[in-house]
């Protein structure tokens, strides 16, 4: 809960009350006497009505009247997929090999000769009160990113937050659960920071950070790759972050053992030893299969056609049973699953190479000239886009639905205007200071 948030809501609003509240709020979180809680609510009054209206031109921010809720941000569907091409925008061209307007995994730079990939994942907000699998599995997803890029992963680094009540047992477990992964890939943890979320300002006990990961390759494997006449594979997938949430809050808590592995690691390594020509490669993560398909779509310029049959059957079948009975719509969620596109005289070696290390592939779909992605369910065609949100996985999420709640012409209209505001803010600062 933050605390200078709240204090300034209530004095925007007049509100009368707003230390007795604060007193309140504080102490139902912490034990500490009423007269403590009041010099804390007078402290937080003080900073929020000095930082209410700070002068300034780089304090400047226009609202744009649409929240990250409505817009579906974080998301994983269309909102959240369109506010990517916007920071896109935002941070404007560079000089990089892959940057933020590939919209892929990761970002790759050269130096000394080699292609250098960089990432960064944020763990699983859901699973905040289970650090041990918060950290195992936003290390494993960190460390798909690299390797969707045809990279080798050399180093870990991890970011930690954790809410000024939170006991100091949680940083331990969320460290052991990215060491865990570190160990059994063997690409070494290396450096991290340690906080508290809002230091004194928030309360509670809410744990989040992330964990980045460094790749080194000569060769890309960029979904901006994928050409007409490929053929598109896929691995099989169990699931991370999202089944486990979904298995958690459904209070199916045997089906989060099937997540534990490290089998779409291993297929990356079988890969890489094996050095096949491989045109892209992708994940499949938050959004699941659709949004995958909709930001390679986009990417590369192609039309994506895929098999539902073949990609239910790669799914664990524990984890497809508890998505079916729920409802939750497999093509839309994270399966932890490597997507490969690759030219047709590679298939019969890169499957090879996979099964070889254990883990189970098939030949999924194709890409052709054209734009768009499509589903081919027993030889029909249907369009293949992802939903305002991704699939509703958790019982919140389904009361929230997946759809839009707000006009989408009108949010995007925002959206782009404070797009161009964050621009131009840009521009006017380093020219001021680049000119002093």
């Given at each position: 809960m933050d605390l200078e948030g709240f204090a300034k809501r209530g004095l925007r609003r007049d509100d009368p009350e707003i230390e007795s509240k604060l007193i309140d709020l504080?102490?139902?979180?912490?034990?500490?006497?009423?007269?403590?809680?009041?010099?804390?609510?007078?402290?937080?009054?003080?900073?929020a009505r000095a930082t209410l209206n700070p002068r300034g031109e780089v304090f400047s921010?226009?609202?744009?009247?649409?929240?990250?809720?409505?817009?579906?941000?974080?998301?994983?569907?269309s909102g959240d997929f369109y506010t990517h091409t916007k920071i896109a925008e935002v941070i404007g061209r560079t000089e990089a090999v892959v940057d933020s307007r590939q919209l892929d995994d990761s970002?790759?730079?050269?130096a000394g000769g080699k292609y250098i990939t960089v990432t960064v994942d944020g763990m699983h907000?859901?699973?905040?009160?289970?650090p041990f699998l918060a950290g195992f599995h936003v290390t494993r997803a960190a460390l798909r990113d690299v390797y969707v890029m045809g990279a080798r992963p050399v180093a870990l680094l991890s970011d930690v937050h954790l809410a000024d009540d939170g006991d100091v047992s949680k940083l331990f477990d969320h460290i052991a659960g990215i060491a865990t992964v570190s160990e059994?890939?063997?690409?070494p943890l290396i450096t991290g920071s340690t906080l508290r979320?809002?230091?004194d300002m928030v309360i509670g006990d809410r744990l989040t950070g992330c964990v980045g990961a460094v790749g080194v390759s000569e060769s890309l494997t960029a979904r901006k790759s994928a050409r007409p006449g490929d053929v598109i594979l896929m691995t099989e997938g169990a699931g991370g972050g999202t089944v486990c949430s979904a298995a958690l809050y459904y209070d199916q808590h045997e089906v989060v053992d099937e997540t534990l592995n490290i089998k779409f690691l291993e297929a990356s390594e079988a890969l890489l030893k094996a050095d096949l020509r491989i045109h892209a490669m992708t994940d499949v993560t938050n959004g699941g299969i659709r949004g995958d398909a909709k930001e390679i779509s986009y990417t590369a310029g192609v039309k994506l056609t895929f098999q539902e049959e073949s990609m239910r059957r790669l799914v664990n079948p524990r984890v497809l049973e508890m998505l079916d009975r729920l409802e939750i719509d497999y093509l839309g969620v994270s399966i932890d699953a490597l997507l490969i596109i690759a030219p047709p005289e590679e298939v019969e070696a890169i499957s090879s190479a996979i099964r070889a290390a254990g883990v189970e592939i098939e030949v999924i779909g194709r890409v052709e000239e054209g734009e768009g992605a499509y589903l081919d369910i027993d030889g029909q065609l249907r369009d293949f886009s992802p939903r305002f949100r991704e699939a509703a996985y958790t019982?919140?999420?389904k009361a929230i639905g997946q759809e839009a709640a707000r006009d989408v012409k009108e949010m995007k209209r925002r959206v782009d205007e404070a797009a161009r505001e964050a621009v131009e803010k840009k521009r006017r600062f380093v020219e001021r200071i680049r000119h002093g």
């Open positions: 504080i102490r139902e979180v912490k034990e500490i006497p009423i007269d403590r809680a009041a010099i804390l609510a007078e402290a937080i009054l003080a900073e921010l226009k609202s744009a009247g649409v929240s990250m809720g409505d817009f579906g941000v974080g998301s994983r569907g970002g790759v730079v050269q907000s859901r699973l905040s009160d289970y059994l890939i063997g690409v979320i809002g230091g019982p919140i999420k």
